[in-house]
């Protein structure tokens, strides 16, 4: 059984260390165990109960209230939220993110599409992919960057939400009069696909005809596509770092040989943070940052 230290269930919940150890002083919201040395360990229903705990304390509950409560008026006081016109959106999808999020890193696939169906009756696809979705991404790969998630963990739910993904892009209509053409891709050696897919998703919504390349797309043979088909703009993900000197070379290429096209990119901090931009090149800070370059 998977077991989490104070600091992960801080890292998953956003509540910090010491105000999880005067709630346990203070109210019994915890009993963790502790390992031969004295420090203490936490378990699933810990995790599942720190993040219903966090999003009742945003919806105004009282810590001292929430304490008191067993696991099932818990999960009756999140349903009940649901149903107030008074509770901000935003705490609305927090209440899936952190639900699908402590579904995910206990491989309850079940439970995951369960969270998944609930979110689809209430609020629109477009919603559940830049409300909860997106959010959903950044927190796991932030925590997979710091590693404070197992990598298995973020590779299940990627996969899960990556499957969702391609179906309701293969079920999205034709799009007659393309308001624009953008190009996605990865390049050599980038696997991670859901970014680019929830990119690829939102763009087509949006009545954008894209041409979808996937992972590991050769440089060279990008250049000559976009050359061929005059394409103006492209979105590209970086998270692997090969090092900005490699990174540079990538963009100067492309600059070189497509001066009439801008190239968008997206990814994890640390080798965006390396890239030596110039009027082609822009990045990508966050899925609002997305919709306003982009759409």
């Not at 230290?5 to 919201?29: C, D, M, P």
């Not at 990627?158 to 799009?175: A, F, G, H, T």
């Not at 770092?241 to 070379?249: D, H, P």
Request: glycine share 6%; proline share 3%; net charge positive.
């Amino acid at each position: 059984m998977r077991t989490y230290s104070i600091k992960e269930l801080e890292n998953f919940s956003g509540v910090k260390a010491h105000t999880i150890r005067i709630w346990e002083q203070r109210y019994r919201l915890f009993t963790p165990s502790r390992t031969n040395t004295g420090i203490r360990f936490y378990e699933n229903e810990d995790l599942k109960k720190i993040l219903a705990t966090a999003i009742l304390l945003k919806s105004g509950y009282k810590i001292s209230k929430i304490a008191k409560l067993s696991k099932d008026e818990i999960h009756n006081e999140l349903s009940k939220m649901e149903g107030k016109n008074n509770l901000d959106e935003s705490t609305k999808f927090e209440t899936y993110i952190n639900n699908l999020l402590a579904a995910g890193v206990q491989f309850l696939e079940d439970d995951f599409n369960s969270v998944y169906r609930n979110a689809k009756e209430k609020f629109s696809t477009f919603q559940i992919y830049t409300e909860i979705v997106y959010p959903l991404l950044v927190k796991i790969g932030t925590m997979w960057g710091k590693d404070d998630l197992n990598p298995l963990q973020e590779h299940f739910i990627s996969n899960i939400l990556r499957q969702k993904l391609l179906v309701e892009i293969d079920n999205m209509p034709k799009i007659g009069n393309p308001k624009k053409e953008v190009i996605l891709f990865l390049p050599e050696k980038e696997t991670h696909e859901i970014g680019l897919l929830l990119s690829n998703f939102i763009l087509r919504e949006a009545g954008i005809k894209t041409y979808y390349l996937g992972q590991q797309v050769p440089i060279a043979n990008l250049i000559t596509m976009i050359n061929e088909k005059q394409i103006k703009e492209v979105v590209g993900f970086i998270f692997y770092s090969q090092g900005s000197e490699k990174l540079n070379k990538m963009l100067k290429i492309c600059t070189e040989n497509c001066p009439d096209t801008t190239f968008y990119w997206g990814g994890t901090k640390e080798p965006i943070l390396g890239l030596h931009l110039d009027k082609n090149h822009q990045i990508l800070n966050s899925i609002e940052d997305f919709k306003n370059k982009l759409i």
